[in-house]
Protein backbone atom coordinates (compact mmCIF):
# COMPACT_ATOMS: atom_id res chain seq x y z
CA UNK A 1 0.00 0.00 0.00
CA UNK A 2 1.17 3.36 -0.89
CA UNK A 3 2.39 5.49 2.50
CA UNK A 4 4.55 8.59 3.70
CA UNK A 5 6.49 7.96 6.68
CA UNK A 6 7.44 10.47 9.41
CA UNK A 7 9.42 8.73 11.54
CA UNK A 8 9.84 11.48 13.91
CA UNK A 9 7.09 12.47 16.03
CA UNK A 10 8.56 15.40 18.18
CA UNK A 11 11.50 17.08 17.57
CA UNK A 12 13.25 19.77 19.73
CA UNK A 13 16.24 21.74 18.81
CA UNK A 14 17.65 25.04 19.90
CA UNK A 15 16.96 28.42 18.59
CA UNK A 16 20.27 29.34 15.96
CA UNK A 17 20.84 25.25 15.19
CA UNK A 18 19.89 23.45 12.27
CA UNK A 19 16.99 21.21 11.68
CA UNK A 20 16.25 17.93 9.30
CA UNK A 21 12.93 16.63 9.13
CA UNK A 22 12.62 13.26 7.46
CA UNK A 23 10.05 11.86 4.82
CA UNK A 24 9.91 8.58 3.00
CA UNK A 25 7.45 7.51 1.22
CA UNK A 26 6.67 4.24 -0.76
CA UNK A 27 5.25 4.12 -4.26
CA UNK A 28 6.47 2.93 -7.06
CA UNK A 29 7.05 5.88 -9.67
CA UNK A 30 8.48 9.36 -9.00
CA UNK A 31 5.43 11.01 -6.74
CA UNK A 32 4.84 14.73 -6.50
CA UNK A 33 6.25 15.73 -3.24
CA UNK A 34 4.82 18.14 -0.76
CA UNK A 35 5.57 20.25 2.76
CA UNK A 36 3.49 21.76 5.01
CA UNK A 37 3.55 23.93 8.01
CA UNK A 38 0.72 24.02 10.29
CA UNK A 39 0.11 26.14 13.48
CA UNK A 40 -2.55 25.10 16.25
CA UNK A 41 -5.82 25.71 15.12
CA UNK A 42 -4.81 26.77 11.73
CA UNK A 43 -4.90 25.88 8.12
CA UNK A 44 -2.05 24.41 6.64
CA UNK A 45 1.14 27.08 4.63
CA UNK A 46 3.04 25.46 1.64
CA UNK A 47 6.65 25.56 2.48
CA UNK A 48 7.90 24.00 -0.85
CA UNK A 49 7.25 20.81 -3.59
CA UNK A 50 9.09 18.77 -5.86
CA UNK A 51 7.47 17.50 -9.14
CA UNK A 52 10.50 16.85 -11.15
CA UNK A 53 14.03 18.46 -12.50
CA UNK A 54 16.63 19.70 -10.03
CA UNK A 55 16.03 17.53 -6.81
CA UNK A 56 16.92 20.26 -4.62
CA UNK A 57 14.06 22.18 -3.45
CA UNK A 58 14.07 26.09 -2.24
CA UNK A 59 10.90 27.14 -0.49
CA UNK A 60 9.76 30.09 1.75
CA UNK A 61 11.00 30.97 5.57
CA UNK A 62 14.20 29.66 4.38
CA UNK A 63 13.52 25.79 4.29
CA UNK A 64 14.56 23.54 1.24
CA UNK A 65 14.09 19.76 0.39
CA UNK A 66 16.15 17.33 -1.52
CA UNK A 67 14.59 14.76 -3.16
CA UNK A 68 16.13 11.43 -2.89
CA UNK A 69 15.20 8.76 -5.41
CA UNK A 70 17.59 5.96 -4.11
CA UNK A 71 16.27 6.70 -0.71
CA UNK A 72 12.52 7.11 -1.64
CA UNK A 73 13.02 10.15 0.87
CA UNK A 74 12.19 13.97 0.55
CA UNK A 75 13.84 15.55 3.96
CA UNK A 76 13.20 18.93 5.06
CA UNK A 77 15.83 21.26 6.13
CA UNK A 78 16.92 24.88 7.28
CA UNK A 79 20.11 25.89 8.55
CA UNK A 80 19.51 27.94 11.48
CA UNK A 81 16.20 27.72 12.90
CA UNK A 82 13.90 30.14 14.66
CA UNK A 83 11.47 30.49 17.38
CA UNK A 84 8.68 31.05 15.06
CA UNK A 85 9.48 27.91 12.95
CA UNK A 86 7.65 26.00 16.18
CA UNK A 87 4.69 24.24 14.62
CA UNK A 88 4.00 21.04 12.83
CA UNK A 89 5.35 20.07 10.01
CA UNK A 90 4.16 17.76 7.54
CA UNK A 91 5.29 15.54 4.56
CA UNK A 92 2.65 14.95 1.94
CA UNK A 93 2.62 12.89 -1.47
CA UNK A 94 0.92 12.16 -4.59
CA UNK A 95 1.27 8.77 -6.06
CA UNK A 96 2.04 7.69 -9.16
CA UNK A 97 0.20 6.12 -12.01
CA UNK A 98 -3.88 6.78 -11.79
CA UNK A 99 -3.52 7.69 -8.08
CA UNK A 100 -5.63 11.07 -7.56
CA UNK A 101 -5.05 11.27 -3.99
CA UNK A 102 -2.53 13.80 -1.51
CA UNK A 103 -2.32 11.55 1.02
CA UNK A 104 0.24 12.76 4.64
CA UNK A 105 2.96 12.08 6.60
CA UNK A 106 1.77 11.88 10.58
CA UNK A 107 3.91 14.98 11.00
CA UNK A 108 6.29 16.04 13.35
CA UNK A 109 5.65 18.41 16.42
CA UNK A 110 9.01 20.46 16.37
CA UNK A 111 9.70 22.81 19.55
CA UNK A 112 12.56 24.97 19.31
CA UNK A 113 14.38 25.90 22.44
CA UNK A 114 14.88 29.77 23.47
CA UNK B 1 -2.82 34.44 -4.95
CA UNK B 2 -5.93 31.86 -5.16
CA UNK B 3 -7.07 31.51 -2.67
CA UNK B 4 -9.72 28.95 -0.80
CA UNK B 5 -12.21 30.16 2.00
CA UNK B 6 -13.81 28.33 4.15
CA UNK B 7 -16.49 28.63 6.25
CA UNK B 8 -17.63 28.73 9.05
CA UNK B 9 -14.11 28.65 11.04
CA UNK B 10 -15.70 27.00 14.18
CA UNK B 11 -19.08 25.77 14.67
CA UNK B 12 -20.70 23.76 17.71
CA UNK B 13 -23.78 21.81 17.47
CA UNK B 14 -26.07 19.68 19.21
CA UNK B 15 -25.79 15.93 18.96
CA UNK B 16 -28.48 14.93 16.24
CA UNK B 17 -27.98 17.91 14.14
CA UNK B 18 -26.48 18.68 10.66
CA UNK B 19 -23.73 21.03 9.74
CA UNK B 20 -22.71 22.60 6.50
CA UNK B 21 -19.29 23.57 5.77
CA UNK B 22 -18.45 25.34 2.70
CA UNK B 23 -15.68 25.35 0.79
CA UNK B 24 -15.00 28.15 -1.80
CA UNK B 25 -12.46 28.62 -4.53
CA UNK B 26 -12.15 32.53 -4.93
CA UNK B 27 -10.52 33.15 -8.45
CA UNK B 28 -9.96 29.68 -10.01
CA UNK B 29 -12.30 27.10 -11.08
CA UNK B 30 -11.65 24.49 -8.55
CA UNK B 31 -12.45 20.94 -10.97
CA UNK B 32 -11.36 18.54 -8.15
CA UNK B 33 -12.08 19.57 -4.42
CA UNK B 34 -10.13 17.42 -1.18
CA UNK B 35 -11.99 17.27 2.32
CA UNK B 36 -9.53 15.97 4.98
CA UNK B 37 -10.59 15.05 9.07
CA UNK B 38 -8.08 15.85 11.66
CA UNK B 39 -7.97 14.47 14.81
CA UNK B 40 -6.32 16.79 17.50
CA UNK B 41 -2.49 16.55 17.95
CA UNK B 42 -2.84 13.74 14.56
CA UNK B 43 -2.61 13.92 10.77
CA UNK B 44 -4.74 14.74 8.14
CA UNK B 45 -7.07 11.81 6.64
CA UNK B 46 -8.41 11.94 3.37
CA UNK B 47 -12.12 11.60 3.44
CA UNK B 48 -13.02 12.27 0.18
CA UNK B 49 -12.56 13.50 -3.41
CA UNK B 50 -15.05 15.32 -5.40
CA UNK B 51 -14.74 16.05 -9.26
CA UNK B 52 -17.48 19.14 -10.04
CA UNK B 53 -20.52 18.02 -11.22
CA UNK B 54 -20.07 14.06 -10.27
CA UNK B 55 -20.23 11.77 -7.12
CA UNK B 56 -17.87 11.73 -4.55
CA UNK B 57 -15.59 9.01 -4.30
CA UNK B 58 -15.17 8.31 -0.39
CA UNK B 59 -11.60 6.62 0.75
CA UNK B 60 -12.88 3.60 2.69
CA UNK B 61 -14.29 3.91 6.28
CA UNK B 62 -15.81 6.60 5.44
CA UNK B 63 -20.09 7.07 5.80
CA UNK B 64 -20.84 8.43 2.68
CA UNK B 65 -24.12 8.76 4.32
CA UNK B 66 -23.09 10.83 6.96
CA UNK B 67 -20.48 12.69 5.47
CA UNK B 68 -22.52 14.69 2.48
CA UNK B 69 -20.48 16.26 -0.02
CA UNK B 70 -21.79 17.93 -2.95
CA UNK B 71 -20.19 19.70 -5.71
CA UNK B 72 -22.10 21.70 -7.92
CA UNK B 73 -20.49 24.36 -9.48
CA UNK B 74 -16.61 25.10 -10.25
CA UNK B 75 -16.51 27.58 -7.08
CA UNK B 76 -17.98 25.55 -4.34
CA UNK B 77 -18.55 22.43 -2.52
CA UNK B 78 -19.87 21.89 0.74
CA UNK B 79 -19.64 19.15 3.47
CA UNK B 80 -22.70 18.10 5.59
CA UNK B 81 -22.11 16.25 8.74
CA UNK B 82 -25.47 14.58 9.11
CA UNK B 83 -27.03 13.83 12.43
CA UNK B 84 -23.67 14.70 14.03
CA UNK B 85 -22.31 13.04 17.09
CA UNK B 86 -19.36 13.64 19.78
CA UNK B 87 -17.31 11.58 17.83
CA UNK B 88 -17.80 13.69 14.80
CA UNK B 89 -16.11 17.11 16.63
CA UNK B 90 -12.88 17.54 14.34
CA UNK B 91 -10.82 19.91 12.29
CA UNK B 92 -12.29 19.91 8.56
CA UNK B 93 -10.22 21.15 6.16
CA UNK B 94 -10.76 21.50 2.58
CA UNK B 95 -8.37 21.58 -0.37
CA UNK B 96 -9.38 22.12 -4.21
CA UNK B 97 -6.86 22.42 -7.51
CA UNK B 98 -7.66 23.27 -11.38
CA UNK B 99 -7.34 21.33 -14.40
CA UNK B 100 -4.26 21.99 -14.66
CA UNK B 101 -2.61 19.09 -12.28
CA UNK B 102 -1.16 18.88 -8.68
CA UNK B 103 0.64 22.33 -9.18
CA UNK B 104 -2.34 24.72 -8.08
CA UNK B 105 -3.06 22.78 -4.69
CA UNK B 106 -4.95 25.31 -2.30
CA UNK B 107 -5.85 25.06 1.10
CA UNK B 108 -8.90 26.41 3.19
CA UNK B 109 -8.01 27.99 6.66
CA UNK B 110 -10.30 24.62 8.32
CA UNK B 111 -13.38 23.85 10.59
CA UNK B 112 -13.58 23.18 14.28
CA UNK B 113 -16.65 21.18 14.78
CA UNK B 114 -16.98 20.61 18.41
CA UNK B 115 -20.74 18.02 18.64
CA UNK B 116 -22.21 18.65 22.34
Redesign the interface.
Known sequence: AQSVTQPDIHITVSEGASLELRCNYSYGATPYLFWYVQSPGQGLQLLLKYFSGDTLVQGIKGFEAEFKRSQSSFNLRKPSVHWSDAAEYFCAVVGGGATNKLIFGTGTLLAVQP | GAVVS?HPSWVICKSGTSVKIECRSLDFQAT?M?W?RQFP??????MA?SNEGSKATYEQGVEKDKFLINHASLTLSTLTVTSAHPEDSS?Y?C?ARDSTG??K?F????T?LSVL
Open positions: QTFYKQSLMLTFISWGLFGSGQ
